[in-house]
C-alpha cells in the first residue's frame, strides 16, 4: 500500500510540473493587440535644424480577432503635448499591419515619443508591448562664434630675442601672436574655415573643425609692425569678420629730465655761483649721454652719464 501511495504522489507531481510550463507559453502568445518593438523606425531623430519626423510601427492581434486603436503622442518637457494622433484598428487573428505617423517640421527640442494601445489589447511579452516610450530630439545646427575682443590674448614679441617682450601693448617693430577663442553652441560639429590678417594684408586661412557645445583657441603669427595710430587685426570666421583696433607705439625709449637750481640768482661781482643740476629718467630704456654746461662760451663742466630706468643722479 505504501509503494503504491509513492507512485501516485510521484505521478501527480509529474503531471503538475508539465502542465507549468505550458500555462508559461500560453500566456505568453498575446491573445491581442501588440506593438513589435523592433519594427519601430523613427525618421528624422536626431537630424539637424527643424524637419519631419516620419514615425512607424507593426502591430500584431496574437491569436484571436482584435478591435482597438493605436494613439501616439508627442511630448514636450514634462506634459505639453506637441502633437497627438490616433489609428483604430480592427485586425483578423493573427494578422499585422503597418501604422504611420508623420510630423511636419519639428522644432530644434528634445520630445517624448508616446505609442499606445486601446481596446482590446493582448499581453506583453518578449519585444511585443502595449506600450513604447522613447526620447526624439531635432538637433541644433552648429553656431560658431569668435569671443568679445577683450577675451583675446595678444603678445608682442621681441624680434631679435624671440621671446615676449613684457610691454604692454604692441611696439614699433614687434612681432607677436594672438590667441582667439572660438566657441560653437550648436549640437553638431562645426566644420568650416577660419582666417586672419593684419589692416588691408590678404587673409591666411586654415581649416577648422570645434565639436558641438565646446571652445578652443586659435593662434595666429603677427609679422612686425611699425608704429601706427591705428591698426586693425582681423578674424574671419567663414565669412564672419570680427575686428580689434590696436594701437602701435613708439619704440621703447629713455625719458630724460633736467632740472636745473641756482644757489645764488642775483650774484654781486666776484661772487660764487653753484648750479645744481638733477637728472632723472622715467622712460622704458637707460639713458646713455653727455652732460655739458657752458657760461660765456666757455665749457665749465662736461661728464658722461648712465641713468637706469626710474633712478635720477645729480651734479653740481
Not at 35 to 59: K, R
Not at 144 to 166: F, K, L, R, Y
Not at 294 to 308: D, G, L, M, P, Q
Request: negative net charge.
Amino acid at each position: 500500500m505504501r509503494a503504491s501511495h509513492v507512485r501516485q504522489t510521484f505521478a501527480s507531481m509529474c503531471v503538475l510540473f508539465l502542465v507549468i510550463p505550458l500555462l508559461s507559453v500560453v500566456s505568453a502568445n498575446g491573445s491581442g493587440l501588440l506593438l513589435d518593438t523592433t519594427t519601430l523606425v523613427v525618421v528624422g531623430n536626431l537630424e539637424e535644424g527643424a524637419g519631419d519626423v516620419n514615425i512607424s510601427i507593426d502591430v500584431k492581434s496574437h491569436d484571436v480577432a482584435s478591435v482597438g486603436a493605436i494613439n501616439m503622442t508627442l511630448i514636450e518637457g514634462e506634459s505639453t503635448i506637441i502633437v497627438s494622433d490616433n489609428v483604430s484598428l480592427n485586425l483578423t487573428s493573427d494578422e499585422i499591419t503597418t501604422i504611420q505617423f508623420n510630423i511636419s517640421q519639428l522644432a530644434i527640442g528634445q520630445y517624448t515619443l508616446n505609442l499606445q494601445l486601446f481596446g482590446e489589447v493582448g499581453t506583453p511579452f518578449a519585444n511585443h508591448t502595449g506600450l513604447i516610450s522613447q526620447f526624439v530630439k531635432r538637433l541644433a545646427p552648429a553656431n560658431a562664434q569668435v569671443s568679445d575682443t577683450s577675451q583675446w590674448q595678444i603678445i608682442p614679441v621681441n624680434p631679435t630675442s624671440g621671446e615676449a617682450s613684457g610691454n604692454s601693448s604692441f611696439r614699433d617693430g614687434d612681432i607677436g601672436w594672438a590667441e582667439v577663442p572660438v566657441s560653437n553652441s550648436g549640437e553638431v560639429d562645426f566644420n568650416g574655415s577660419i582666417g586672419f590678417a593684419i589692416d588691408d594684408e590678404v587673409y591666411l586661412f586654415q581649416n577648422l573643425t570645434i565639436p558641438p557645445q565646446s571652445s578652443t583657441s586659435v593662434n595666429f603669427s603677427i609679422p612686425q609692425i611699425f608704429e601706427s595710430n591705428l591698426t586693425s587685426l582681423k578674424v574671419n570666421l567663414s565669412g564672419q569678420v570680427t575686428t580689434h583696433e590696436m594701437s602701435v607705439g613708439p619704440p621703447p625709449l629713455p625719458r630724460l629730465e633736467i632740472i636745473a637750481n641756482v644757489d645764488n640768482s642775483t650774484p654781486q661781482l666776484g661772487q660764487q655761483v653753484i648750479w645744481t643740476v638733477n637728472l632723472s629718467n622715467s622712460g622704458e630704456l637707460s639713458w646713455i649721454g653727455e652732460l655739458q654746461c657752458t657760461f660765456s662760451n666757455s665749457v665749465v663742466f662736461e661728464e658722461s652719464f648712465y641713468v637706469n630706468q626710474g633712478e635720477g643722479q645729480s651734479r653740481q
